[in-house]
Antibody, heavy 118, light 104 residues
């Protein structure tokens, strides 16, 4: 079964850091671009960033550029999101997603909640 | 590139035909996807490249348009279709603000 499972969410203070993980299974992970999308409670979807198959190229949304970093370990079939300098407005469910050939997100994880609060 | 969905919310009945519109602030050719999201669940891909139906998605869903105006149509609403719907421009990856489809 094709599956993505996120972990690492939790409560963090403003200015703090957190690392999210996404474990992939059921497909050839190294063959796909991967991405992160977030959703603040009760609000819409916001693209966070994408990473190329081999990790050599990364792209970020304006609101997280310079604070968040995406990486991957193809040997471990894992995707990561490092969140630094966290703000209250970063509070959201964070989803990892697979990017299909036509650039849409075709497989999604269940999401992990990050809460930024003192 | 900004995406504007209309309406923001919609009430409809089982069996109705429903259309949701997504307008782009500039020409995005056919680089548009549509997703369905139910409360507490991850989004699900419905349509890619504006009109291609994702595998496993019922044929009552269809997408059309190119350039700056796109539509998602549900030909005959089923109870499981009441959800939120989002368009996404797959060059810059920005999303529309969403349309909440509720039961009348």
């Amino acid at each position: 079964e094709v599956q993505l499972v996120e972990s690492g969410g939790g409560l963090v203070q403003p200015g703090g850091s957190l690392r999210l993980s996404c474990a992939a299974s059921g497909f050839t992970f190294r063959s796909y671009w991967m991405g992160w999308v977030r959703q603040p409670p009760g609000k819409g979807l916001e693209w966070v960033g994408n990473i190329k198959r081999d990790g050599s190229d990364k792209y970020y949304g304006d609101s997280v550029k310079g604070r968040f970093s995406i990486s991957r370990d193809n040997a471990k079939n894992s995707l990561y999101l490092q969140l630094n300098s966290l703000r209250a407005e970063d509070t959201a469910v964070y989803y990892c997603a697979r990017i299909q050939t036509h650039d849409a997100f075709d497989i999604w994880g269940q999401g992990t909640l990050v809460t930024v609060s003192s | 590139i900004q995406l504007t969905q209309s309406p923001s919310s919609l009430s409809a009945s089982v069996g109705d035909r429903v259309t949701i519109t997504c307008r782009a602030s500039q020409d995005i050719r056919s680089f548009l996807a549509w997703y369905q999201q139910k409360p507490g669940k991850a989004p699900k891909l419905l349509i890619y490249t504006a009109s291609a139906l994702q595998s496993g998605v019922p044929s009552r869903f269809s997408g059309s348009g190119s350039g700056t105006e796109f539509t998602l149509t549900i030909s005959s609403l089923q109870p499981e279709d009441f959800a939120s719907y989002y368009c996404q421009q797959v060059n810059s990856y920005s999303f529309g603000q969403g349309t909440k489809l509720e039961i009348k």
